[in-house]
T-cell receptor, first 114, second 111 residues
Framework: KQEVTQIPAALSVPEGENLVLNCSFTDSAIYNLQWFRQDPGKGLTSLLLIQSSQREQTSGRLNASLDKSSGRSTLYIAASQPGDSATYLCAVRRGSSNTGKLIFGQGTTLQVKP | DAGVIQSPRHEVTEMGQEVTLRCKPISGHNSLFWYRQTMMRGLELLIYFNNNVPIDDSGMPEDRFSAKMPNASFSTLKIQPSEPRDSAVYFC?????????FGPGTRLLVL
């Protein structure tokens, strides 16, 4: 059974700091991995999607890496801003096609202090 | 595009009542997903449809839950009868291929 774990559960940093969020999964047979952002009271917004054959993806100040063999992914946020405050969730897609289920971690709640 | 639309945004009901949640996916997306989010269990997939056909309903907790997608622009999730443990935020998401686009959610409270 695929399990996705995110550590830490919560993180508070001063503005401008670079930070890393961690995601681990127990079954390396994944199709892809996605990072989402969730603001309080809102739905999820997709940030980055990494295919199982890829090592990393970048979008602006965000960089996500994937090490499938060790069951780990990281989300790197450069020069953090108060607007980055949100809950970040990672999700792995099971199986060998894009129709597999997404299994979500519990999320890391980030607070960036001005 | 207005994004995924869900209604109602909030629902408060009494135990035993029927609850119907509604979703309008983004036009052109051929997959639709229903999720439930709670503090204890996080985000869980309940059911998903591809081209209006249910593909995987293994996440539906019990027979009290049912979902339909009569056409490409509308889906419902029904709980009958509702119980206090069904209280959660229910999200609908749609997808053209792999990236999923989430609606704002329906916050359900069953008293």
């Amino acid at each position: 059974k695929q399990e996705v774990t995110q550590i830490p559960a919560a993180l508070s940093v001063p503005e401008g700091e670079n930070l890393v969020l961690n995601c681990s999964f127990t079954d390396s047979a994944i199709y892809n991995l996605q990072w989402f952002r969730q603001d309080p009271g809102k739905g999820l917004t997709s940030l980055l999607l990494i295919q199982s054959s890829q090592r990393e993806q970048t979008s602006g100040r965000l960089n996500a890496s994937l090490d499938k063999s060790s069951g780990r992914s990281t989300l790197y946020i450069a020069a953090s801003q108060p607007g980055d405050s949100a809950t970040y969730l990672c999700a792995v897609r099971r199986g060998s096609s894009n129709t597999g289920k997404l299994i979500f971690g519990q999320g890391t709640t980030l607070q960036v202090k001005p | 595009d207005a994004g995924v639309i869900q209604s109602p945004r909030h629902e408060v009901t009494e135990m035993g009542q029927e609850v119907t949640l509604r979703c309008k996916p983004i036009s052109g997306h051929n997959s639709l997903f229903w999720y439930r989010q709670t503090m204890m269990r996080g985000l869980e997939l309940l059911i998903y449809f591809n081209n209006n056909v249910p593909i995987d309903d293994s996440g539906m907790p019990e027979d009290r839950f049912s979902a339909k997608m009569p056409n490409a622009s509308f889906s419902t999730l029904k709980i009958q009868p509702s119980e206090p443990r069904d209280s959660a935020v229910y999200f609908c998401a749609s997808s053209p291929k792999e990236t999923q686009y989430f609606g704002p959610g329906t916050r359900l409270l069953v008293l």
